[in-house]
């Protein structure tokens, strides 16, 4: 999982304040910075935010919520007194006291948006793939998608060659299932061309299948090919004679599209913790366009 909760004081006024909320699909690293194609979402919060109360800051209010209880649970599982301890001269440690002030503020947004469900999500107990459905249909919609993207850094090992990889497969099938993507639908796999582990071997199903293989692209500024890192879901829908993407629905976390990263809650053997956030973009274009 790869979250980071922040928080920020102004330098003079004690009663101005911005938290903010990232979910990555990058690790805390510099090769994340300068040389892998990954992706992050984030969100802020305000002192002046509080006082809308408006379903936005409702919203925010919950996935901070969500993500807490989160890190708290990690907590409780580690030594943590290096951070909370006390000097030898019995005065806090700057740590320490940073770290109350935080949860001060937390405490603050925790008063907001109880009945709110947060986009914020996690595989504790649950994995990815069950939460995948409802989570769609809550932030974006119920409308069956006729555009598939699903894009990782990883996928499983070949086990069965000649078969599309399970996650894949699952994941549509889900989709399916759950009328939220169409029978005839637009279906692109991103992969890594020199890691591309169970999709090597599924070639020729997975275009069977009517599925599209791609490339990242290459970003204008990189020198060198990009390795892809990052995980995410793309779903929408698109008409022939309209450049505006309908019915967006995005997916972007830790977990790979493999089972211990999107099949397998952490709860069970061979889950990995992983973190993530379902969401409605704003407004987009397939094209640019007058």
């Not at 690293?29 to 409702?58: C, F, G, H, P, Y």
């Not at 469900?117 to 649950?126: I, L, T, V, W």
């Not at 598939?148 to 996928?155: E, I, K, N, P, R």
């Not at 599924?202 to 069977?208: L, M, N, R, S």
């Amino acid at each position: 999982a790869k979250v980071a909760l922040l928080g920020f004081r102004h330098t003079t006024d004690s009663t101005l304040w911005r938290l903010r909320l990232i979910v990555s699909t990058g690790n805390w690293t510099r090769e994340t910075l300068e040389q892998s194609l990954d992706l992050a979402w984030q969100i802020e919060l305000s002192n002046k935010d509080l006082k809308q109360r408006d379903e936005v800051v409702q919203q925010a209010c919950a996935d901070f919520r969500a993500a807490s209880e989160f890190l708290d649970t990690l907590r409780r599982s580690f030594d943590t007194r290096a951070l909370t301890g006390e000097a030898y001269h019995h005065s806090e440690y700057p740590t320490a006291k940073a770290s109350d002030w935080l949860q001060l503020r937390l405490l603050e947004v925790f008063a907001f948006g109880k009945r709110t469900k947060p986009r914020f999500m996690d595989n504790r107990n649950e994995s990815f793939l069950s939460q995948l459905p409802e989570r769609i249909q809550r932030q974006c919609g119920e409308t069956s998608r006729n555009y598939l993207a699903m894009g990782s850094g990883f996928y499983e090992s070949p086990s069965e060659t000649g078969k599309i990889p399970s996650v894949l497969r699952k994941i549509v099938d889900s989709l399916l299932e759950n009328n939220l993507l169409a029978r005839n639908a637009d279906i692109n796999v991103f992969v890594n061309p020199e890691a591309c582990q169970a999709v090597a071997a599924a070639v020729g199903a997975i275009e069977d299948a009517g599925w599209k293989l791609r490339p990242p692209q290459k970003p204008e500024s990189a020198l060198d090919e990009p390795f892809l890192h990052a995980k995410f879901l793309f779903g929408a829908s698109y008409r022939e004679n309209s450049s505006y993407c309908n019915s967006p629905w995005v997916y972007l976390g830790s977990g790979n599209l493999t089972n211990p990263g999107f099949a397998n809650p952490a709860s069970t053997h061979g889950g990995n913790l992983e973190a993530g956030v379902v969401f409605l973009p704003e407004p987009l274009l397939w094209e640019k366009s007058r």
